[in-house]
Structure formats: C-alpha cells, structure tokens
Nanobody, 115 residues
Framework: QVQLVESGGGLVQAGGSLTLSCAASGRIFSSNVMGWYRQAPGKQRELVATITSGGNTNTADPVMGRFTISRDNAKKLLYLQMNSLKPEDTAVYYC?????????WGQGTQVTVSS
C-alpha cells in the first residue's frame, strides 16, 4: 500500500502563489503516475496535472501556463507550483498515485483564493 499526505494549502489573494507538496510512503513501484486533482464545492473532482515517474507531464487547460507539476523520486515527493491564482482555483486539492489498476488518494488540502 501507498500512503499520501498533502500539505501547503491555505488562503491566498488572487494573483498570488502557493506550492503544494505530497509526501508518499509505503511500497512505491518505480513505474507509476502521480497527479493532482481538485474538487470545488458542488462540483466533481477534476484533473489538474499528472506526471509519470519518467517526468512526462500532462496539465489541464484551465491551469496551463500557471501551474507546474514536478516530483522528486528519491525523496518520494510530489509538488504543484501554483502561480497567478484565481478565485476559481478554490478547491480541495488531492494527491493521487497510480500503478496499473492500483490507485490511492491523499486526504486533500484546502486552497482558497480570495478576490
């Protein structure tokens, strides 16, 4: 099993920046995909960005050019650098780990962007 713990959320003004971190522990396979997803009140969970263990990234259109996903495989850390934040970025942000059919989630961290 893999455990994920997010941190770094908080309250920020529009135009500001935040960096989210996700610490992974447990049995982590060398080939995997990790990602960030978010869920706003009353909405479905949506993809923010993913990154493979080899460093290939996929970023959703609403955050393209503003958010950057990265990872440190040696430290088992996943990051999300968020710049030029907008009120519509307000959501609970979740870290995800996938290896084949296995998938697990962190508990989420709240990001609130005030206008």
């Amino acid at each position: 099993q893999v455990q994920l713990v997010e941190s770094g959320g908080g309250l920020v003004q529009a135009g500001g920046s935040l960096t989210l971190s996700c610490a992974a522990s447990g049995r982590i396979f060398s080939s995997n995909v990790m990602g960030w997803y978010r869920q706003a009140p009353g909405k479905q969970r949506e993809l923010v960005a993913t990154i493979t263990s080899g460093g290939n990234t996929n970023t959703a259109d609403p955050v393209m050019g503003r958010f950057t996903i990265s990872r440190d495989n040696a430290k088992k850390l996943l990051y999300l650098q968020m710049n030029s934040l907008k009120p519509e970025d307000t959501a609970v942000y979740y870290c995800n780990y996938r290896n084949g059919p296995y998938s697990t989630w962190g508990q989420g961290t709240q990001v609130t962007v005030s206008s």
